[in-house]
């Protein structure tokens, strides 16, 4: 990549019938798709936070219905086999979008995409028009949004999402058909709309790689920073180049600055500015620009790297103690007559990072039993949408109001809402020690290249976060060392094929077709036109 500089191409309505071929072969010739959405609100994030996953569905789904996707991310992954197993060819998309139906657009969320560069005006005289819903009349012919959204299908390739739950519901209901009533349903729908398999990048930051912090950027950011580390080694690594777009195109084409070298950051600002360690946590914070703490990605990782060391350095010690000491409890337990218990030690769960609300975690204790506790105090806590924590039922009208500033914007609703639910949660338990913290105090959720002053303003977040999602997938599957890409043979990277990400849950939502779920009706129709016009 020259320079460090990410082209990413700006769709509207004056160049999208333009721009159209070169899109669908992008698809077509893709070894994975990366997709990202920027919405107009989500609505009550307490219904998105439920503990029952069957609500939290039916809540996106309101939202899906009711709100629109404002812009679109393509990011198209081509492996480059002359080059290198782990070397490709990206070219990324920004689809600037307008919904032609009534919807809501919530004023906390307008605030915070205009304060990241969000061009509005731009959006209402330049969008890509689009319906919602079931198809009107015979539209497979025509080049629009909802048809190339069927390209996407068509091209049967692995699709990248990051906390990709409420991306696919507003992706479903926006641009595929109404969506049906039933979870097992839409799983089963997807597993047939997507055949070479749904993966999820903040799942795989969490469970494979097992990052301490799993919010985009910081993903993204940690990645790069490893894979720069290979690549000074000469060990095998990933390369992405990108094309030389002609001048022609120049005045719709944003570049984005951002080295994938290790980022050259001031070590001494760290001493001037100390890390905000809400965001640090969770890749949210309240206070957004105005916080006069550092949202430095790179002051982030560089912490959190040296607290990983000392935790080695510790996690040595009381090792060579326990070796030390288990010669003389072994005789002990002979004596007695006992057994050695085996005590479950939580490598299974992802690491954890300790923030500025986060008590220590119980010994021991299994996750969903620590979730449960720190709920049962309000009589009602939810979990965030995208992001992996769960919230209490404060109920007054101040914190309800915090709970409200998330879109899927630039934070990606799923990741903001996680953020904000983790930081309300936090100061819960700061206040009642007695409380356990929640798991939202581990991640955050699905935050985006510019939130906070380190981030980069733009109108491209959509398609740039795209590009961060499916170079954080490309990792991955270097470190699995997946070598072939022959969908048809075995999953394509398949510890983490079609896993998505649950906030607050151990586990993640397997998109598969359930033996007591049907698909829905609308769906088979769909299917029957996408193979028929293709």
Known sequence: MARGRVPVVDVQSDNFTELWPSMVLALRTATFIAVDTELSGLGTRKALLSPCIDERYKAVCNAARTRSVLSLGIACFKQLPEKSENAFLCQIYNLTLLCTEDYIVEPQSVQFLVQHGFDFNKQ???????????????????????????????????????????????????????????????????????????????????????????????????????????????????????????????????????????????????????????????????????????????????????????????????????????????????????????????????????????????????????????????GGSDTSAHGGRREEDLGSTEETAALSLSTKGNAHDSDRVEGESEVLAGTISANHPGIPETEAARAGGKQNASQGPSSQVGTHRAGFDAFMTGYVMAYVWMLKKRKSTDTDAEPWCPDCHNKLYLSGKSVPLQIVKSSFSKSSTAHNQKMKLVWASG
């Open 124 to 378: 209402y005289s330049q969008g890509i028009p689009y319906h919602k819903g079931n198809d009107k009349g015979n539209e497979s012919q025509s080049q629009s949004v909802r048809t190339f959204f069927l390209e996407l299908i068509r091209a049967k390739k692995p699709l990248i999402l990051h906390n990709g739950l409420i991306d696919l519901v507003f992706l479903y209901q926006c641009f595929y058909a109404h969506l049906p009533d039933s979870l097992g349903t839409f799983t089963s729908d997807l597993s047939e709309m997507f055949p070479a398999g749904i993966y999820d990048t903040k799942y795989a930051s969490e469970f494979e790689t097992r990052f301490v912090a799993s919010y985009l950027e910081y993903a993204y950011k940690k990645c790069k920073r490893e894979n720069s580390k290979l690549k000074d080694s000469s060990s095998q690594h990933i390369s992405v180049e990108f094309c030389s777009y002609p001048a022609s195109m120049s005045h719709y084409i944003d570049y984005r600055h951002c080295s994938l070298e290790e980022a050259n950051h001031s070590k001494g600002e760290a001493n001037k500015v100390p890390v905000c360690e809400k965001f640090s946590a969770y890749g949210w914070c309240p206070n957004g620009v105005k916080c006069p703490q550092s949202h430095n990605i790179d002051l982030i990782i560089d912490e959190d790297d040296k607290l990983c060391e000392k935790a080695k350095k510790r996690k040595q010690r009381r090792k060579r103690r326990k070796n030390a000491e288990e010669p003389e409890k072994a005789l002990e337990q002979e004596s007695s007559g006992k057994e050695t218990e085996l005590i479950p030690n939580g490598e299974e769960e992802p690491p954890q990072k300790q923030s500025c609300y986060e008590p220590a975690r119980t010994a021991g204790r299994p996750l969903e039993e620590e979730d449960s506790a720190a709920m049962e105090p309000e």
